[in-house]
T-cell receptor, first 112, second 117 residues
Framework: GQQVMQIPQYQHVQEGEDFTTYCNSS?????IQWYKQRPGGHPVFLIQ?????EVKKQKRLTFQFGEAKKNSSLHITATQTTDVGTYFC????????????FGQGTTLQVKP | GAVVSQHPSRVICKSGTSVKIECRSL??????MFWYRQFPKQSLMLMAT?????????EQGVEKDKFLINHASLTLSTLTVTSAHPEDSSFYIC?????????????FGSGTRLTVV
């Protein structure tokens, strides 16, 4: 069945270091979404990528969608303690169902 | 922006009892709501999709008689965990899409942490 794999599962960085999480889908995706979940919280939508090779930036966060629309990455430059949380990628599941299939998530810990 | 309110945020119940979780869209009409469960340090697993006025569709392996979903109005969906057992303890989260909501991204409720003792 359709799968979305995300690595690494955990990442510990020193504040100021960069961080990247990678997402790979077993199928071509029409779009990919990224969510952030703070400890004890709920997922919050960050961004959606639609076009092949698309790159979007949100301040220190850079999101990329692969040319084949099967992989994506989130890169954070100069991490801060406020970046702590779990980052999930998610892609559409099925055809026009509105459902999302989530990656396993990457939990980021930032040491001050 | 779109807001989804979920209650209760935490509930502790005795084994064998039922628990109802509510999810309300506050400023838009949620034609579709999705219910997820999340175990500690794991990802979100889709349980079911509910469409206003029709029966919910459940994902493979989810017992529809145990997890009752009702979506009677465009602003309210409920999930009832019937005859709860300790293995049902989890974090349950709803998300919604619908009219008036940006097509980019889904809005999640704040989640309900269920503990069955």
């Amino acid at each position: 069945g359709q799968q979305v794999m995300q690595i690494p599962q955990y990442q510990h960085v020193q504040e100021g270091e960069d961080f990247t999480t990678y997402c790979n889908s077993s199928t071509t995706l029409s779009n990919i979404q990224w969510y952030k979940q703070r400890p004890g919280g709920h997922p919050v939508f960050l961004i959606q990528l639609v076009k092949s090779g698309e790159v979007k930036k949100q301040k220190r966060l850079t999101f990329q969608f692969g040319e084949a629309k099967k992989n994506s990455s989130l890169h954070i430059t100069a991490t801060q303690t406020t970046d702590v949380g779990t980052y999930f990628c998610a892609g559409p599941f099925g055809s026009n169902t509105g459902k999302l299939i989530f990656g396993q998530g990457t939990t980021l810990q930032v040491k001050p | 922006g779109a807001v989804v309110s979920q209650h209760p945020s935490r509930v502790i119940c005795k084994s064998g009892t039922s628990v109802k979780i509510e999810c309300r869209s506050l400023d838009f009409q949620a034609t579709t709501m999705f219910w997820y469960r999340q175990f500690p340090k794991q990802s979100l697993m889709l349980m079911a999709t509910s469409n206003e006025g029709s029966k919910a569709t459940y994902e493979q392996g989810v017992e529809k008689d145990k997890f009752l979903i009702n979506h009677a109005s465009l602003t309210l969906s409920t999930l009832t965990v019937t005859s709860a057992h300790p293995e049902d303890s989890s974090f349950y989260i709803c998300s919604a899409s619908g009219q008036g909501v940006s097509n980019y991204g889904y809005t999640f409720g704040s989640g309900t942490r269920l503990t069955v003792v």
